[in-house]
């Protein structure tokens, strides 16, 4: 797992290189401002609520998606053009990437909330109810999405990253959904474990 201050220099150097000379700053700031919040609140957090090492590094690679996805724009990765190219793809498609992410990191940071606070009882529940935090989590990042393009038109489809594609929406939160899926099938039983440092799951 990421050490403290390698989780810091990484998403530092990461962060550095995404803002300098992006493909337009207000598209940048509009896809890395996630990341940005995200930090805050995990220093603030880190003393009274500390994470499990895993959850820190999920989080850190999510950071990354976002960075990558803010300095280039999600619709132009360059390494997503050539594999549209090599498969003949009609769209560069990392923004997939970032959904998928967008379901499978919030669905392990729900799951660890909602076991340390003892929200539910059961593991059918819980998988249930970190399933619809993810897809709920989905539906209002798609929302902002809808608000910020209505607010800031020319920069709405950068922002957006459709691509013309009419279904974008919709095969977001299916994305969102098979990340939130994904995850709890294959990191559950690790997750467990460095969840019993700080509490009894026995």
Not at 145 to 164: C, D, N, R, Y
Request: glycine share 6%.
């Amino acid at each position: 797992m990421i050490k403290f201050y390698a989780w810091i220099a990484l998403f530092s150097l990461v962060f550095i290189w995404s803002a300098l000379y992006p493909k337009e700053y207000f598209t940048w700031f509009l896809e890395v401002l996630p990341a940005i919040i995200g930090v805050i609140v995990l220093a603030f957090t880190y003393k009274s609520f500390r994470l499990t090492p895993m959850l820190y590094t999920l989080i850190l690679i999510h950071m990354v998606i976002l960075m990558v996805g803010g300095h280039y724009t999600y619709a132009e990765v360059p390494l997503f053009d050539t594999i549209a190219e090599i498969f003949n793809h009609s769209r560069n498609n990392y923004d997939k990437v970032g959904h998928f992410a967008q379901g499978f990191i919030p669905a392990m940071l729900a799951r660890e909330i909602l076991i340390r606070l003892s929200v539910v009882r059961g593991k059918a529940w819980l998988n249930l109810f970190v399933i619809t935090i993810s897809l709920a989590f989905s539906a209002f990042y798609e929302l902002i999405e809808w608000q910020v393009a209505l607010w800031s038109k020319e920069g709405a489809e950068a922002f957006l990253g459709t691509q013309g594609y009419i279904w974008d929406t919709q095969s977001d939160m299916g994305y969102a959904l098979i990340g939130a899926i994904t995850a709890l099938v294959l990191l559950s039983y690790w997750h467990d474990q460095q969840l019993k440092k700080f509490i009894n799951l026995s």
